[in-house]
């Protein structure tokens, strides 16, 4: 019968009391948070396995590592990249979001929900492929974003939208991006009246979406205009990323 690991969290918890209780002890500070790493450092070389296979393992860890100001994603040589291996396990999550990206491009503009997102990375990934969470997305991303590729993540509503692609967006675009959150599209008028924004400054938004490819213009809805945000558009991705579209998605 498989034997369970000792929980990362409970790990965590129990040396953060250590230091904890610690504080008051004449020893240096910077001596205590060695004695942390080097204990750190032995339990992933225990739990090495877990932290590679787990989601909610590898989450636990990388907070542990944030407790001391380690970053096992920070170089792809040394130590932790060696011992774990998640240097080369981030880099390749990262090129699987990049293709995901780029095969649905034209579809939303280089703007996908996080959802969506880990839902065709898992579906790329196949089923006997090393387990994938959003938190590993999420840490994915911004190692991509550090290298200045023009990913981004907007915060929207009770999720996050990833931009893909190097469009200047502002507060008032992220502001707007929210409203559109409840129906998948805004109108004009919804702005003012939610934002109490002037008419000009909501059109300039707008305008600007629509010229970066992340907005569609829907002149024939009732009443008046709509621009849809077809990121927020769940009907859109219902359907899987076609071969036609992973071709195009290949440099």
Same mark, same amino acid.
């Given at each position: 019968?498989?034997?369970?690991?000792?929980?990362?969290?409970?790990?965590?918890?129990?040396?953060?009391?250590?230091?904890?209780?610690?504080?008051?002890?004449?020893?240096?500070?910077?001596?205590?948070?060695?004695?942390?790493?080097?204990?750190?450092?032995?339990?992933?070389?225990?739990?090495?396995?877990?932290?590679?296979?787990?989601?909610?393992?590898?989450?636990?860890?990388?907070?542990?590592?944030?407790?001391?100001?380690?970053?096992?994603?920070?170089?792809?040589?040394?130590?932790?990249?060696?011992?774990?291996?998640?240097?080369?396990?981030?880099?390749?999550?990262?090129?699987?979001?990049?293709?995901?990206?780029?095969?649905?491009?034209?579809?939303?503009?280089?703007?996908?929900?996080?959802?969506?997102?880990?839902?065709?990375? %898992? !579906?790329?990934?196949?089923?006997? =492929?090393?387990? $994938?969470?959003?938190?590993? /997305?999420?840490?994915?991303?911004?190692? +991509?974003?550090?290298?200045?590729?023009?990913?981004?993540?907007?915060?929207?509503?009770?999720?996050?939208?990833?931009?893909?692609?190097?469009?200047?967006?502002?507060?008032?675009?992220?502001?707007?991006?929210?409203?559109?959150?409840?129906?998948?599209?805004?109108?004009?008028?919804?702005?003012?009246?939610? %934002? !109490?924004?002037?008419?000009?400054? =909501?059109?300039? $938004?707008?305008?600007?979406? /629509?010229?970066?490819?992340?907005?569609? +213009?829907?002149?024939?809805?009732?009443?008046?205009?709509?621009?849809?945000?077809?990121?927020?558009?769940?009907?859109?991705?219902?359907?899987?990323?076609?071969?036609?579209?992973?071709?195009?998605?290949?440099?």
């Amino acid at each position: 019968m498989h034997r369970r690991g000792v929980g990362a969290g409970a790990i965590a918890k129990k040396k953060l009391a250590e230091v904890s209780r610690k504080k008051a002890d004449p020893q240096p500070m910077s001596k205590q948070l060695d004695m942390f790493k080097t204990n750190l450092e032995e339990f992933a070389s225990k739990h090495k396995q877990e932290i590679r296979k787990n989601p909610e393992f590898r989450v636990q860890f990388q907070d542990m590592c944030a407790t001391i100001g380690v970053d096992p994603l920070a170089s792809g040589k040394g130590f932790w990249s060696e011992m774990l291996g998640v240097g080369d396990f981030y880099y390749e999550l990262g090129v699987q979001i990049i293709e995901v990206c780029l095969a649905l491009k034209h579809r939303n503009g280089g703007l996908i929900t996080l959802e969506e997102l880990h839902q065709q990375v %898992l !579906k790329g990934r196949g089923k006997f =492929a090393q387990d $994938v969470s959003q938190d590993d /997305l999420i840490r994915a991303i911004k190692k +991509l974003k550090a290298l200045g590729t023009g990913f981004g993540i907007i915060p929207v509503g009770g999720t996050y939208l990833i931009q893909s692609v190097p469009a200047e967006l502002n507060m008032d675009h992220t502001v707007v991006l929210q409203l559109a959150e409840k129906n998948g599209y805004v109108t004009v008028s919804e702005i003012k009246a939610s %934002l !109490k924004w002037e008419t000009e400054r =909501a059109r300039q $938004v707008l305008e600007h979406l /629509l010229k970066e490819g992340l907005a569609w +213009l829907d002149l024939q809805a009732p009443g008046e205009a709509h621009y849809w945000l077809p990121a927020l558009f769940t009907d859109l991705y219902s359907q899987e990323i076609t071969a036609e579209e992973a071709r195009e998605a290949l440099p």
